[in-house]
């Protein structure tokens, strides 16, 4: 459940469910998502939104592990597990009084805290492969990224994270269905981050990000000799994630290793 997206006026209703007859409309019964995620997971995207009134309830939910509907007498049992995931503070909003303390710890049970994309860089190429590969079908068109292009969403900041990069992944398909993204064609705020770096490389330049990482991948391995942990400080990624991409990309380590002269 969005809790950001919802108008506060129905959140309820939505979140707990209503009894025919509970307010204008109720025409039957409806069960809330909290009462349909029984045995199974109820996620809150953006739980920091909720308002004051609604995290009271949720509080009560979880500490009885029961909801009663708008407008009923009864409360139902539920058991179900509860995600809940935010991009703002919430310790900084119980400072503030506009998130209550109490839920803050109930729901503080196990934290995992995802990076920014900014901090993983090592993650862009896979990512902008999947969105790429994910919505090419839908839209029944592909493009290539050449080289420039590819450099500069990997030095991009990427404020908005994921979800930025999903939109311009739909955004280049849906302008330059079939073409090879060139600088020119980004997002002006991309470009501006910083001027891609020359690539000087014999013949022709590859039109795929794989081609384009396989390239990358070799020339690092070249320079350092086939020293992984150097290549992966040179490529700015993990030594971990430098060995699995070599798997995958099928390149011959032991081709740039060298060689030690014979006694």
Not at 110 to 121: A, D, H, I, M, T
């Amino acid at each position: 459940m969005a809790c950001g997206a919802i108008p506060e006026g129905i959140i309820e209703s939505e979140l707990f469910g209503h009894v025919k007859g509970a307010f204008t409309g109720a025409a039957t019964d409806a069960p809330g998502l909290i009462a349909q995620s029984h045995g199974g997971t109820l996620f809150l995207d953006e739980v920091g939104e909720l308002p004051l009134n609604m995290q009271t309830r949720l509080l009560r939910f979880l500490q009885q592990k029961e909801v009663r509907p708008v407008g009923g007498t009864k409360p139902l049992a539920v058991d179900a597990r509860v995600i809940a995931a935010t991009n703002r503070d919430l310790r900084e909003m119980v400072k503030a009084k506009t998130f209550r303390e109490d839920l803050f710890y109930r729901l503080n049970v196990v934290n995992l805290k995802l990076p920014p994309l900014r901090e993983r860089r090592d993650d862009i190429p896979a990512l902008l492969r999947h969105f790429l590969d994910k919505h090419s079908p839908r839209l029944k068109t592909k493009v290539t990224v050449s080289p420039e292009a590819f450099s500069l969403l990997t030095r991009y900041r990427w404020p908005g994270n994921i979800r930025e990069m999903e939109n311009l992944v739909l955004q280049l398909l849906s302008l330059y269905p079939g073409e090879t993204v060139r600088p020119e064609m980004l997002p002006g705020q991309v470009v501006e981050e910083g001027p891609a770096p020359v690539i000087s490389e014999p013949g022709e330049l590859p039109l795929s990000l794989r081609e384009y990482e396989v390239m990358a991948v070799r020339r690092a391995l070249s320079r350092c000799k086939g020293d992984v942990i150097a290549a992966s400080r040179l490529l700015e990624v993990g030594k971990s994630t430098l060995y699995r991409r070599i798997g995958e990309l099928k390149i011959d380590l032991e081709a740039f290793k060298e060689r030690q002269p014979e006694a």
